[in-house]
């Protein structure tokens, strides 16, 4: 790999002279995505402490620009930044003076600090650049310079400007004049300082600070901006004096020279401006000129706001989320949806490029730590995720409501606050998100110092009205939060049952609408329903809201598959029901004339993408609204076993199952391998290698099958031992890579191993019994949930809900004779398996998926969940249990410590066993007659006898 400069390609790898077949060229985007990430990194090398608000400046980008704002601090001596080291100005300020003080040094250069050569050597290099209209010094000319300055004034002498550029004051590089001949030339090695010193050099020449318009009236200065394409040309110089006029003068650019006010440039200058000032030079007047201008443009008002977003968490700052908060708040929820919603759209997902929401997701949604960073300018940030939560672009909505749960876990004092302060917003979008965060937040907690005064403003706000607020997941994460406090032995002074279904709501209208009457109110007429024309986006709420029979054919995915599906177990006609979701998505104010543009360009239908239209925002509101009020006033149907068709008590949304985002888990992935080949590592020390050409004896051969007790019985770096409690380890034969894999013949060989609880008195009822053949299936297998959150496992009323047979939810369970039927005894299994697949989750990037220990063994161990997922841990803080397929890459497995486990089953007169089913295969395209060598079974049981695991495999051949 080799890397080159942009300005020296031409020289050193010309494409003209390279093919692209023979190399591969990556332009490297500096730290785009990571400014976070890598900032934390320079400053621990810099030994420099974090600032109270996160540096979200897109300018952090820069690898560059990043060191220098760290070097300037550490050539000073400093480890913290100091106050008023804010602002271009002062950093640039700052920066020079540290060269300066460093150069000055006995050790270094040493001069008389007074004299400043650094400064005094970069305002004659300016004053030569603007001189000579260019941006660069030829090399020779720049040292002669340099030379004369530095020279009878140093003790040490070396090349002066070798020194400076070693410095990062200045960069070599190449020009190429008019004969395509390379030249050696210096420029400021960073191009934003070049633009603010130049601009400091003007405004010290040509500004009079008294009466600063006439510097703008002729010469220089009005020179840069005399027209809109001066201006343009001039953009960089622009933006510099959009900073520097203001910190000189208190007066905006468009005000000195008020010709330009409405020039693009301009504007953009301002708009630019805002991250880089100091901040007490952004006046109240300024929102005249946002009002006039900047929100009159489409392209200068979406500048303005990615820039809020940048700005949002420093706590002095005129723009930061407090007055994005009081802009968004006066707004009804359709006009915010046109000014803010849209423009949210294309912010975050896989396909979106950098900004600022993009940063401010990212920043937020991880498990670093963020104990440097101030309350205020916590608040802050989740002030600004919360209004995110108005976007229709699912990847976008789901990211910020899982940036807001990691922001609050360790910041739980401000839910109260954030609660009050969106008590009347009037987005179900916003709201629902809300309460979504503040349940996973404080089951993620590590502290309940602020959980009974949350849980009673929750009821406050939620459920002590007269009427509940209809929505179908809002209620649930509300009621959670306090069924979690309940859980944690907390009381609040009221009944649990008032904060458990039914509800009581707005009653459903007597007769619901027919399709005539609902087209007589809402479907366009003529052709302005028409995709492309104004009232589309109406048309396309009517048919994504068709139900399977609602209008005799021609559903609407919506309509059928997440509408209609919904209500098929409640007494009540979904069809009419549909007509008056539809006059609800009317009567919350979606208008087709605002939005029909903005929607056609989404796409639609199930597999239409995370990029959803307005119209099915407002469908997901009304459907979710009138889930909470049926589910309030009409009968459930059951559908387990034996019940099928008979009336139930509604409990929560997992039935009917209409959750979609976890909140209680902030991992978009486990770490897992995917291919399902056993990886060699402590938590997985077999490895099986004896792989052999002769497939026939291979397959039976049963002498190198691994050994289940070094699977089942491993020990850690520490000397600790660990239980295995599941496992299923698959030995995969390594493929030919010269060969088309489809023609190789491969050996595979796999375990299922799975453990139980038994009582000692059955023990040797199922070592004897279990000596014969006994297949998967055999022995009950692992639960295996895809609607219980995952921190919700063992106490919650949906983990309870399913511990019924139907669920799979048995605690202790018969096993039986496979041959002759006859019972062996019960068994508890001690695992169960955490499977989030949801559709409609867009923060996960694939299926979640681990194990976790059973009610029985968590409770009697008094395990309680650690930070990390898939990992308990005791009061201690000791790690006790966990899969190491979330965080490692491994095959998942449950790990329970052997010392503890083995007190409780000593104190409660149990055994455990493993049931070791598993198979040798030999797989290949096809066999000739009489070539397939058939495969082998293996079984055995293990068990955990006076602290050693003992048993012994038995195999069969098969087909062979």
């Not at 989030?836 to 220990?853: A, C, L, M, Q, V």
Request: glycine fraction near 6%; charge should be negative.
């Amino acid at each position: 790999m080799v890397s080159v400069r942009n300005s020296f390609v031409d020289l050193i790898a010309p494409s003209s002279e390279i093919e692209k077949e023979v190399v591969t060229r990556i332009e490297h985007n500096g730290f785009s995505d990571l400014e976070y990430e890598a900032s934390k990194e320079f400053f621990r090398y810099y030994k420099i402490l974090q600032p109270s608000s996160p540096l979200l400046n897109p300018e952090f980008q820069n690898p560059l620009f990043l060191k220098f704002y760290c070097q300037t601090l550490h050539n000073r001596g400093l480890t913290e930044i100091p106050s008023g080291y804010q602002g271009i100005t002062a950093i640039i300020d700052f920066f020079l003076e540290s060269i300066d003080f460093k150069l000055s040094a006995p050790s270094e250069l040493y001069y008389d600090i007074k004299k400043r050569l650094v400064s005094k050597a970069v305002q004659e290099i300016l004053r030569k650049m603007v001189e000579e209209g260019t941006d660069y010094v030829d090399y020779i000319v720049a040292s002669n310079i340099i030379d004369d300055i530095f020279r009878n004034s140093c003790t040490n002498q070396e090349p002066f400007l070798k020194r400076l550029i070693s410095e990062g004051v200045f960069n070599v590089d190449l020009s190429w004049d008019e004969k395509n001949q390379a030249n050696d030339v210096i420029y400021f090695a960073y191009q934003l300082f070049q633009d603010h010193l130049t601009v400091s050099m003007l405004l010290d020449r040509y500004l009079d600070v008294v009466n600063p318009t006439e510097a703008f009236k002729s010469g220089k200065l009005f020179e840069l901006i005399k027209n809109p394409s001066s201006a343009s040309y001039n953009q960089n110089i622009v933006d510099a004096l959009s900073i520097q006029l203001p910190e000189r003068t208190g007066i905006e650019l468009y005000e000195v020279a008020e010709h330009v006010a409405k020039y693009e440039p301009i504007a953009l200058g301002f708009i630019n401006s805002l991250i880089w000032r100091k901040e007490n030079t952004i006046k109240e007047n300024v929102l005249t000129y946002v009002n006039e201008v900047l929100t009159r443009r489409e392209f200068l008002f979406s500048r303005f706001l990615d820039v809020t977003i940048s700005t949002s968490m420093k706590e002095d700052h005129f723009f930061n989320a407090e007055r994005l908060h009081g802009f968004l708040a006066k707004f009804g929820m359709p006009v915010r949806d046109k000014i803010w919603t849209i423009w949210l759209q294309n912010k975050f997902g896989p396909d979106s490029e950098t900004n600022a929401v993009k940063r401010l997701i990212d920043w937020s949604w991880n498990e670093d730590d963020k104990i440097h960073i101030s309350d205020r300018a916590i608040e802050l940030g989740c002030v600004a995720l919360i209004w995110f939560f108005t976007s229709s672009n699912r990847y976008l909505r789901d990211g910020a409501t899982k940036g807001l749960i990691c922001l609050l876990q360790d910041r739980q004092q401000l839910v109260l606050p954030l609660l009050e302060r969106f008590k009347s917003v009037n987005d179900p979008y916003v709201l629902e998100r809300i309460y979504a965060a503040v349940y996973g937040s404080a089951i993620r907690s590590k502290s309940d110092d602020n959980l009974p005064e949350i849980c009673k403003g929750i009821y406050e706000y939620i459920f002590s009205q007269d009427l509940v607020y209809p929505h179908f997941l809002l209620r649930d994460y509300a009621r959670e939060t306090i069924e979690y406090g309940f859980h944690r032995g907390y009381t609040f002074g009221f009944e649990m049952d008032s904060v458990r279904p039914a509800y009581k709501s707005e009653p459903l209208p007597k007769s619901l609408p027919t399709n005539d009457e609902i087209d007589g109110k809402y479907k366009p007429s003529g052709d302005s329903g028409n995709y492309g024309r104004e009232n589309w986006g109406a048309t396309a709420i009517f048919s994504s809201m068709t139900t399977e029979y609602g209008r005799g054919g021609n559903y609407g995915d919506f309509g059928r598959y997440v509408f209609g599906y919904a209500f098929d177990d409640f007494e009540i006609n979904a069809d009419l029901l549909s007509n008056y979701a539809i006059q609800r998505v009317f009567e919350m104010g979606y208008d087709p004339v605002l939005f029909s543009k903005f929607d056609s360009d989404q796409s639609s239908g199930r597999s239409g993408g995370y990029k959803e239209r307005i119209g099915k925002k407002y469908q997901w509101i009304a459907f979710f609204e009138l889930l909470a009020r049926v589910s309030d006033q009409a009968e459930l149907l059951a559908t387990t076993g034996g019940y099928n068709g008979k009336q139930t008590e509604f409990q929560g949304p997992w039935y009917p199952d209409e959750r979609d985002i976890d909140p209680t888990s902030v991992i978009k992935r486990t770490v897992q391998d995917g291919s399902e080949t056993n990886i060699v590592s402590w938590m997985s020390p077999v490895q099986y290698t004896n792989w052999s050409g002769d497939y026939k004896n291979w397959i039976r051969m049963s002498s190198d099958l691994p050994d289940p007790t070094k699977i089942i019985e491993i020990t850690d770096t520490e000397g600790i031992q660990w239980l295995v409690l599941e496992t299923h380890p698959v030995w995969n034969e390594n493929s030919d890579i010269f060969k088309d894999r489809w023609e190789q013949v491969k050996g595979t060989l796999w375990y299922q191993i799975r453990s139980y609880l038994v009582s000692n008195t059955d023990l040797p009822n199922f070592k004897n019994k279990l000596k014969e053949i006994f297949y998967r299936g055999s022995m009950p297998e692992a639960r295996n949930n895809s609607t219980i959150f995952s921190r919700e496992y063992h106490w919650s009323p949906a983990y309870e809900f399913f511990l019924n047979p139907y669920y799979n939810g048995e605690q202790w369970i018969v096993v039986n004779e496979s041959k002759k039927g006859a019972k062996i005894g019960k068994v508890y299994r001690t695992t169960e398996y955490y499977n989030w697949e949801k559709g409609r989750d867009f923060s996960k990037e694939s299926t979640i998926g681990f194990y976790k220990p059973t009610k029985m063994i968590r409770e009697a161990l008094e395990m309680c969940y650690s930070r990390v997922e898939g990992e308990f841990v005791n009061i201690e803080g000791q790690k006790l249990c966990f899969d190491p397929s979330v965080t490692t890459r491994c095959i998942s497995s449950l790990l329970i410590r052997k010392d503890k486990l083995s007190i409780f089953l000593q104190e409660n007169n149990l055994s455990l066993i493993w049931g070791v089913v598993g198979e040798k295969q030999v797989s290949a395209r096809t066999w000739a007659k009489g070539e397939y060598p058939g495969r082998m079974n293996i079984w055995g049981l293990f068990s955990l006898e006076n602290d050693i695991v003992n048993g012994k495999l038995s195999t069969e051949m098969e087909n062979g």
